[in-house]
Structures are given as C-alpha cells and as structure tokens.
C-alpha cells in the first residue's frame, strides 16, 4: 500500500468493487469500462463545423440556474448559430453521474457539456468516456494559463487536460457576529480548534442557539470536511495510497470531534444542510461551502462572519481543501457536438462569465483576471475564500480516486459523531474497506 505515484501517472479505473453497495445505496454509477483514458489522442477539430445545438447538463450548483440562464442568454447573442440548451440533470452531483452513466449504457443521447464533481468525473476520465480537452484549447485559445492554479490542475491527468474548473469551492469557517459578541469573543474565525474549545461553553451560554457548532450533514460532507480535522491533527484519509485513516494522529481528531458532541456537549451534526441550520440561528457557526455564502448572506437574520478552516494541535495552516465541479465533454458524441461544447465552454469560463457566477453563488472566480471589483464592493466576504485558496491542500487520494470511498467515509463518520461508536474500531474497518477498494480496482490499473 505503500505506494508513492504521481498522481498525473493513470491507466483506467476499473469497477466499484468494494464500494459498489454504497454507491448503490446513493443512486451513484457504476464504474465499468473498458477503454484506458490514457490511449486518448488529442483530437484534431481543424475543418470541423461546430454542432447547431447542444444540451448542458447540470444540477444548478450554487442554486446558479438564473445565473446559467444569464450567461447561456450572452453566449446566444455572440454565438447565435450555435443553441444551448439547459438541462436540470439532477439534484446534485451524484444525479447527475447516474444520468451520465445511464446514458452511455443506454446509447442515449448525451450532453455536450456535463457538471461534473470532484469526486465523480475522475472516473469518466479513467473509463474513457470524456475527451482530454487540449485540441479545444488550442482550437479555440483557450487561455488555460489564466485559471487559478490549483483549481484548473486538479484536472490535468496523463499530461492532458480533462476538464475546466466551474463551479469550485473551499469550506469556510461561517459564525454568527452577534453572537460571538455576546460571549465576549474576538470578532474572527478561531485559529486552531483547540482555541474554539475554549469559546464554545461562553457561546453555549450566552448565544440561547442549540449548538456553539455544528459539524456538516455527514452524507456527501465528511469525506470532504472533515479531511481539515485530521490534517490538523497530523492524520489523513490517506497518503498518497497508504491508507493511514487508523493512524492514531486521525484516530485523535475524530475522537475529539466525538467528544464535542457527546462529552463536551457543545456541538451537533446538521441532519441536512448546515449552512440553512446556520441562517436559521440553531448554531453559532459550522463550515461550509463557499458555495452556501450568498444563501447565507440573504437568509441569515444576523451579521454573517466568515473565516479561514481553524488548524489543529499539530499543524495550523494549509488544513483547508479545495472541493466543487468542473465542466467536461463527453467522447460518445460527435466532433461537431464536441466543438460546439467546446466553444460554450469556453464562454462559460472566461473572466467575465466566471466573476458574473462567482457574485451569484459564492463559488471562486477560477479565473486570475476576473475583475472581482464590484462583487467585492457588494460581497466583501468572497475575498476571503478566495485568499484561502493560498492555503489549500490537494484532497487525500482516498477521497477522490477511490470508487465509493465518499460514502464509506460518510458511514464510518455517521458512526463516530451519530452514534458514538468506537473510533478506533471504526477507522480499522474504513482502513480495510478502503484498502479492499485500491487493492482491486485501483493498483492493477496504474502504471508502474
């Protein structure tokens, strides 16, 4: 297990395996296929007329389907030879895979561009079933250079580009203003959360909310947020693919974020949707998505702080994930189809496009130039998530790489902070889940 790749270096990812009952359970695809996205050629699109019409599936991340529905309305008026039609693919990432997958088994018909999330298109890419999109980018000049480093890297694989970052995010630190100032506390995020243990009984007094905090609903989450408990305990999920979740640096973080529930009695888990827990004035803080900001902004009844992911006992900076979607196109369509995507995509991406989405929902601007000036005027708390991004990590390899390790991490936590299980034992069993999944569906295929 000890095996320390570039993570660049795939062939393809095969099936569930061991994660195939909880990506059932979740309405999530299967992952079988049978050509290796890294045989994938550059495709040559010179001579080719792009398509009169194309469908853009997506779940509205962000609650941005007037946003999509503004920005598809300019691309008409520039490109009104080319028709994009706007598709609700589901409710959120997980739909919109099934769909995706559904689709190609069922030789249906298939977007031209598709949402897909961090935790779902890698494995589109590994069966082949979206096109590295650097004849696009070339095409079309696409000015890769300009998106955000570490948003637009997260999808560069075998030496290709295989999708644009979209809608992308880190979790921030949400607390109420009034009622930190009420318990006496200084008016920011906490450094560490040894430091939020010491607020949080002035906050349970004072503030009359239910929870001083309140961790993330656990499905689709605690994969994600909870990687900032254990990096800054020392822990992972994994490194590199040494799944080290039993490790007793991540064995320590979880117990902790046990106690504050169980023993401290201070903190909750939200059943749903901890930002619409934290509009509503149940908790005094939690962390969510960028993503949530202007939904919080326009609920909350309170003045709305926001801050960087506290550190821990061990390490204090760089404990905060990046997470979100990207914007790929599908192989199984035409090469008309294909630059037609190409072309909306690249519309959907630029400056103006990205900043008009980032003051809609929250998500960061992926691009460098966007001219962010009057959001921030409007939102001054996007710039705080977006100076985060100088102090991401890349997610453990567990999370994102591993078929169906999201929801095994979700049922390990469900465990750990619903039902106070042993957090030992628990982790131990992850550990051999998760390692059952790399073991069968993940070595065989990288390369050596």
Known sequence: MGMNLDRRHFLGLAGAGAGAAALAACGGPSTGGNTPASEAAEIDFSGVKPAASIDFWTNHPGKSQDVEKSIIAKFHAKFPDIKVNLVTAGANYEEIAQKFQTSQAAKEALPGVVVLSDVWWFRYFSNGNIIPLDGLVKQLDIKVDDFQKSLVADYRYDDKQWALPYGRSTPLFYYNKDHFKAAGLPDRAPKTWQEFAEWAPKLKASSGAQYAYIYPALAGYAGWTL???????????????????????????????????YKDGWAGVSSKEAADDFAAGITSSTISSTGSLLGVLKSAKFNVGVGFLPGGPKVESGVCPTGGAGLGIPSGVSKEVQLAAGTFLKFMTEPESTA???????????????????????????????????????????????PGADQEMAKAAAKILTQQGDVKATMTALKSTLEGIYTKDVKPKLKS
């Open 227 to 261: 990687q900032n408990n254990l990096w800054g305990w020392g822990g992972s999920w994994s490194n590199e693919w040494t799944i080290n979740c039993d490790s007793a640096e991540s064995v320590e973080a979880l117990q902790w974020a046990q106690d504050s529930i």
């Open 356 to 402: 008009e989405f980032s003051a809609a929902t929250g998500y960061m601007p992926t691009r460098v130039s966007a001219d962010m000036t009057s959001v921030l005027a409007k939102t001054p708390q996007i710039k705080t998530a977006m100076d985060q991004l100088s102090v991401t990590r890349v997610q453990d390899n567990a999370r994102v790489f591993l």
